[in-house]
């Protein structure tokens, strides 16, 4: 929890720099769901992934930051799924100007009135809090990470049919 209040009171204050390189998403979000899929699947997890990207595939990135902001989202999926047959999709498509990520699972949700606070810092829901893992940092580091690449980070949750984290990135030429 202290490394935890640590980054995101740095991140507040812009006291680390990003380090910003052309990526392809695509080859990106491939390399994430190869790293997670091993320990997903010890909990019966599987990640599907959906490339809707017709043309354009590039996005400035922090590759390491932007890599805690995925593995944040699809831990909390992990944590949160009351299904015997767990699914996370990952989709990425696109708007003229921006890549859509969207993380969904098939998980236990989020109460309707807890969606627009899961983002600020401390905050845990009941089903959270119930959890004696976690800080209460995750997303709302996840936000900051987001927002340092000029992004939005937003969720759409159902209780007992999941929730989508998801995120808007500029492209890049």
Not at 3 to 19: A, E
Not at 73 to 88: A, W
Not at 122 to 145: C, E, N, P, T
Request: a negative charge.
């Amino acid at each position: 929890m202290i490394d935890d209040l640590l980054l995101y009171s740095k991140l507040d204050l812009n006291q680390i720099p990003f380090n910003y390189e052309k990526t392809d998403i695509v080859e990106y979000f491939n390399y994430c769901i190869l790293e997670s899929s091993p320990e997903l699947e010890k909990y019966n997890i599987h990640i599907d992934f959906q490339n809707n990207l017709k043309d354009f595939r590039y996005v400035m990135l922090d590759r390491a930051r932007m890599k805690r902001v995925i593995v944040n989202i699809i831990d909390n999926s992990r944590k949160y799924m009351d299904k015997e047959n767990g699914l996370i999709t990952i989709m990425l498509r696109e708007t003229n100007s921006s890549i859509i990520i969207e993380i969904k699972d098939n998980g236990s949700g989020i109460d309707k009135s807890d969606v627009s606070k899961i983002f600020d810092r401390f905050y845990r829901s009941d089903l959270a809090r119930s959890d004696a893992k976690g800080s209460g940092l995750g997303l709302a580091i996840a936000k900051q990470i987001v927002e340092g690449h000029k992004g939005k980070i937003w969720a759409i949750s159902h209780e007992d049919e999941g929730t989508s984290i998801i995120i808007s990135l500029a492209k890049t030429i």
